[in-house]
């Protein structure tokens, strides 16, 4: 497939998903979401891949749906937008490979509801983020009204929400909306050292414990801590926790093998 709304280029190992409209500020109209199905399909079934970096093309990272092609459309085209999204989102979430989300200008609506589906998130200093689909009439539909209270707590959440009003990055740090903040001219090389830094790590401990959080979160916690021993006692058979546990015996780095 070509795109035409999106970049995919991988390099050492990491694939780099930029969303390019910058004439619209990058806001997610339907050929975009396809584009972006068929991409982050690519990347969650290539092996030689570790992690996603997704971004944005000029002053947003993602300004959001479009909304020139939301107001055209009715409850039930609606309700299938939104559930494409969401399922765009629980696949890049659950692809078994961390992406970061590199936030340079706006995260809004859509946009913020990709970077909360990112396993991390690193902001630019002069990011903006908000859920400001009240405003439109309409609530978060790409999994924000869930995924925000899971990472920032529920008062926070409903404050961002209800208020539709943005937060700069130090904001959104304070509250744990993102991980980092870094300069704009920074950003790129910030969250390729993050990836590179858990890509450094075993690869089947770093899925197992993306899907220990993220499953354990909607569990009772005896449910969630017998997922952890489950993941634990499968770890424990790899040939990768072998490698890891020698080689710090050995005093020397670990060569993962994914296997
Ligand atoms: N959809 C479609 N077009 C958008 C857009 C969006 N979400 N956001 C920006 N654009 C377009 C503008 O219409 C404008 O296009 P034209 O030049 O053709 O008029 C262009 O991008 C540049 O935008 P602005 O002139 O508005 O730029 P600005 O710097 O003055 O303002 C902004 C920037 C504050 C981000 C403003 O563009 C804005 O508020 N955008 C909308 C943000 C928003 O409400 N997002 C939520 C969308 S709904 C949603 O996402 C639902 C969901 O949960 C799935």
Same mark, same amino acid.
């Given at each position: 497939m070509s795109y035409e709304n999106i970049v995919l280029e991988k390099r050492e190992g990491i694939a780099f998903l930029r969303v390019d409209r910058p004439s619209a500020l990058n806001a997610l109209n339907a050929a975009t979401i396809t584009e972006l199905e068929h991409a982050i399909d690519d990347v969650a079934k290539?092996?030689?891949?570790g992690a996603l970096i997704w971004h944005g093309e000029g002053k947003a990272f993602i300004a959001g749906a479009d909304i020139k092609e939301l107001a055209t459309l009715s409850p039930i085209e609606a309700k299938r937008l939104a559930r494409r999204g969401q399922l765009l989102l629980g696949r890049l979430e659950g692809m078994g490979k961390p992406s970061v989300a590199a936030i340079g200008g706006f995260a809004l609506g859509g946009g913020c509801e990709v970077a909360l589906a990112c396993t991390l998130r690193v902001a630019g200093d002069r990011a903006r983020l908000g859920l400001p689909e009240v405003g439109l009439g309409?609530?978060? $539909?790409? $999994?924000g009204t869930q995924r925000l209270p899971r990472i920032v707590g529920t008062g926070r959440a409903l404050e961002l929400i209800l208020t539709a009003e943005m937060v700069g990055a130090e904001e959104a740090h304070r509250i744990g909306l993102v991980n980092r903040i870094v300069d704009d001219a920074e950003l790129l090389d910030a969250a390729t050292a993050l990836a590179k830094r858990i890509m450094a790590n075993g690869p089947l401990a770093v899925e197992a414990a993306i899907e220990s959080v993220h499953r354990g979160s909607d569990l009772a916690l005896d449910d969630g801590l017998v997922l952890e021993t489950c993941q634990f006692g499968v770890l424990a058979g790899t040939n990768d926790m072998r490698e890891g546990t020698q080689a710090f015996i050995e005093k020397r780095k670990p060569d993962f093998k994914r296997s």
């Amino acid at each position: 497939m070509s795109y035409e709304n999106i970049v995919l280029e991988k390099r050492e190992g990491i694939a780099f998903l930029r969303v390019d409209r910058p004439s619209a500020l990058n806001a997610l109209n339907a050929a975009t979401i396809t584009e972006l199905e068929h991409a982050i399909d690519d990347v969650a079934k290539d092996e030689q891949v570790g992690a996603l970096i997704w971004h944005g093309e000029g002053k947003a990272f993602i300004a959001g749906a479009d909304i020139k092609e939301l107001a055209t459309l009715s409850p039930i085209e609606a309700k299938r937008l939104a559930r494409r999204g969401q399922l765009l989102l629980g696949r890049l979430e659950g692809m078994g490979k961390p992406s970061v989300a590199a936030i340079g200008g706006f995260a809004l609506g859509g946009g913020c509801e990709v970077a909360l589906a990112c396993t991390l998130r690193v902001a630019g200093d002069r990011a903006r983020l908000g859920l400001p689909e009240v405003g439109l009439g309409l609530i978060p $539909g790409y $999994g924000g009204t869930q995924r925000l209270p899971r990472i920032v707590g529920t008062g926070r959440a409903l404050e961002l929400i209800l208020t539709a009003e943005m937060v700069g990055a130090e904001e959104a740090h304070r509250i744990g909306l993102v991980n980092r903040i870094v300069d704009d001219a920074e950003l790129l090389d910030a969250a390729t050292a993050l990836a590179k830094r858990i890509m450094a790590n075993g690869p089947l401990a770093v899925e197992a414990a993306i899907e220990s959080v993220h499953r354990g979160s909607d569990l009772a916690l005896d449910d969630g801590l017998v997922l952890e021993t489950c993941q634990f006692g499968v770890l424990a058979g790899t040939n990768d926790m072998r490698e890891g546990t020698q080689a710090f015996i050995e005093k020397r780095k670990p060569d993962f093998k994914r296997s």
